[in-house]
């Protein structure tokens, strides 16, 4: 085959990638079919390679793609997380709802303690997890979610707001209790929660006891009703100790002072 015709095949063939959307199988093909070439491999062969190769990207491409329309404020892992300085909380347990049954079954989870023992930085951990399974998630603070919702209810786009929402597999609701709600706002956090019963799961960090909770949400019999539905099929984590968030910054400063002791001991020396 002449080196034009060549040519014009080879842009052909590039045009009908585009069009057909493999863009892995368009800038790896000529590679792999040298590779198919030298290796002696069979047509086979070389067309499971680039359809895997295309399969493996696009995995890649789904996975960071959910991860950006989660919005997490900040990637945290499980395997960053310092569990020996949380010993109240049960690490086999953390581990067993990250691996997402508990949002097949349309339970919740309530991380409930103290600020900085780490409630945040599970919950984004177990919402990533979600991500890389395949899950939709949506990470909210709890003024976040409802200044949203307020917005929406404005904008005369409230339902249709909330049926996005609920068509998710995981919300994430940060910071539950940090700040008291408007009655409005209490309302459709209140309707929110409702919907999303028994239909897909949530998963709420607070630094109050349920006890305290009408004091946030400024009713006690919404406030009874909501828990009620909340609690019920839900998976409660309680952070009993001292701030994580305090330890670790802790251990920072006497890692830095170790560090710079030791060149000033060295220079010394």
Same mark, same amino acid.
């Given at each position: 085959?002449?080196?034009?015709?060549?040519?014009?095949?080879?842009?052909?063939?590039?045009?009908?990638?585009?069009?057909?959307?493999?863009?892995?199988?368009?800038?790896?093909?000529?590679?792999?079919?040298?590779?198919?070439?030298?290796?002696?491999?069979?047509?086979?062969?070389?067309?499971?390679?680039?359809?895997?190769?295309?399969?493996?990207?696009?995995?890649?491409?789904?996975?960071?793609?959910?991860?950006?329309?989660?919005?997490?404020?900040?990637?945290?892992?499980?395997?960053?997380?310092?569990?020996?300085?949380?010993?109240?909380?049960?690490?086999?347990?953390?581990?067993?709802?990250?691996?997402?049954?508990?949002?097949?079954?349309?339970?919740?989870?309530?991380?409930?303690?103290?600020?900085?023992?780490?409630?945040?930085?599970?919950?984004?951990?177990?919402?990533?997890?979600?991500?890389?399974?395949?899950?939709?998630?949506?990470? +909210?603070?709890? /003024?976040? %979610?409802?200044? *949203?919702? &307020?917005?929406?209810?404005?904008? @005369?786009?409230?339902?249709?707001?909330?049926?996005?929402?609920?068509?998710?597999?995981?919300?994430?609701?940060?910071?539950?209790?940090?700040?008291?709600?408007?009655?409005?706002?209490?309302?459709?956090?209140?309707?929110?929660?409702?919907?999303?019963?028994?239909?897909?799961?949530?998963?709420?960090?607070?630094?109050?006891?349920?006890?305290?909770?009408?004091?946030? +949400?400024?009713? /006690?019999? %919404?406030?009874? *009703?909501? &828990?009620?539905?909340?609690?019920? @099929?839900?998976?409660?984590?309680?952070?009993?100790?001292?701030?994580?968030?305090?330890?670790?910054?802790?251990?920072?400063?006497?890692?830095?002072?170790?560090?710079?002791?030791?060149?000033?001991?060295?220079?010394?020396?």
């Amino acid at each position: 085959m002449n080196t034009s015709n060549s040519g014009h095949l080879d842009l052909h063939l590039q045009d009908m990638l585009r069009q057909l959307r493999l863009p892995t199988v368009a800038a790896t093909y000529q590679r792999l079919a040298e590779e198919a070439l030298a290796s002696g491999q069979s047509h086979i062969d070389y067309l499971l390679a680039l359809v895997e190769q295309e399969s493996i990207d696009r995995d890649s491409n789904r996975r960071q793609r959910r991860i950006r329309e989660a919005r997490f404020p900040l990637i945290r892992t499980l395997a960053d997380y310092d569990f020996t300085a949380m010993p109240s909380l049960s690490k086999t347990k953390v581990l067993d709802l990250a691996k997402g049954d508990f949002i097949q079954r349309a339970e919740n989870i309530v991380l409930v303690g103290e600020i900085g023992t780490g409630k945040t930085h599970l919950a984004t951990a177990i919402a990533l997890a979600a991500c890389e399974q395949g899950r939709r998630v949506r990470f +909210f603070t709890a /003024a976040g %979610l409802i200044n *949203a919702l &307020l917005e929406a209810a404005d904008q @005369h786009r409230l339902s249709r707001f909330e049926a996005q929402l609920v068509k998710l597999d995981l919300v994430v609701l940060d910071e539950v209790g940090f700040v008291p709600f408007s009655t409005a706002g209490a309302q459709l956090l209140f309707s929110f929660i409702s919907q999303k019963y028994l239909r897909s799961s949530l998963l709420i960090t607070t630094n109050l006891p349920f006890s305290e909770w009408t004091e946030v +949400f400024g009713n /006690a019999r %919404l406030t009874g *009703a909501m &828990l009620d539905r909340l609690t019920h @099929h839900c998976h409660i984590l309680e952070f009993q100790g001292e701030s994580y968030r305090f330890r670790q910054s802790l251990a920072q400063q006497v890692e830095r002072i170790g560090s710079a002791n030791g060149v000033n001991g060295a220079a010394v020396g």
